[in-house]
């Protein structure tokens, strides 16, 4: 039997150092010796590509900021991570080799659907097998787009020796509970709202049809909703029959004391509004197949030690599984 350790953690805009590509014709040879300066001008839009998010530059992560993120990664050492909020493949694969020292061999990321171009991935220290995107599931309510905002990533994991598949991981990234400030926020609440519930809707279909009942797999990742609320309800209590690993989650140690405190231990993401108490939710969650249940040895939050969060506003969680 092997111990296998399974975690997710929203990284939180884990974007490159490059802000724009270009070409840039009649560039100056560097053997040329220049008197005085030189301009460079971006007129033509075919030769340049910045990339902006609502009207701002898409700023890389600062490098002591990834280096928070890779010391809580190394620290919860776990042997696959679900990770969510990274920007492409380059990107993962820069990190795991200068951040967390090559821990992580098998990478997977496939670029999915958000304009602001964070995508769901996985780490991991066991093999992989087949890697799947359901970026253009649709839900039957609305077949004209794609339901996900992001991706749905479906990932086989193998024993060491890769004679047998041991799990398999289908990690999220649900729509965010977000309002623009210039958008209705009754309007766009009850739209990402509606987006969720769909979304959920469509990975317990999906999960339903490629799974057996006996199946071993993990549903994990930034669900950006309440494991109890209504637009869960397909995963939390739909027809696949999950157990929610982290119900009963320890913390790795005590959050950062604030008053009022937290009303629960089991929470991963903290918001505080203007003028009121920080909310305190499971945002992050992992849910495994009814054969998993038992094969749960441990659950943990990985706690912040500052209240706005280290280098992420989400705190990890993983489980231990005997497979």
Known sequence: MTRVRIATFNLNNLF??????????????????????????????????????????????????RVILADRLIAIDADVIAVQEVEDIETLRMFATNHLQSRYPYLALIEGNDPRLIDVALLSRLPLGAVTSWQHARHP?????????????????????????????YNNHLKSKFVPF?????????????RRTQQAETVARIVDARQRPDGRYVILGDMNDA???????????????LVPALATARESIPAPAENPPPTSVVWTHRFKPSGQPAVHELFDQIWLSPSLGPRLQDAVIHRRTLLGGNASDHDPASVDLDL
């Open 227 to 241: 494991p109890t609320e209504l637009t869960l309800a397909a995963i939390a209590s739909g027809g696949l029959n």
């Open 16 to 65: 490159n150092r490059y802000n724009f590509q270009g070409v840039v014709s009649g560039i100056v040879d560097p053997s040329t010796t220049v008197t005085g300066s030189v301009e460079y001008h971006f007129d033509d839009p075919a030769n340049f590509r910045l990339r902006t998010f609502q009207g701002q530059l898409v700023k890389e992560k600062a490098p002591a900021q």
């Open 141 to 169: 309510s609305k077949l004209g787009e794609a339901v996900f905002s992001r991706d749905l990533l479906e990932v086989a994991v193998y024993s060491a020796d890769r004679k047998r598949r041991l799990v398999t991981i």
């Open 182 to 194: 210039n958008q209705d926020p009754v309007a766009t609440t009850a739209a990402n709202n509606l």
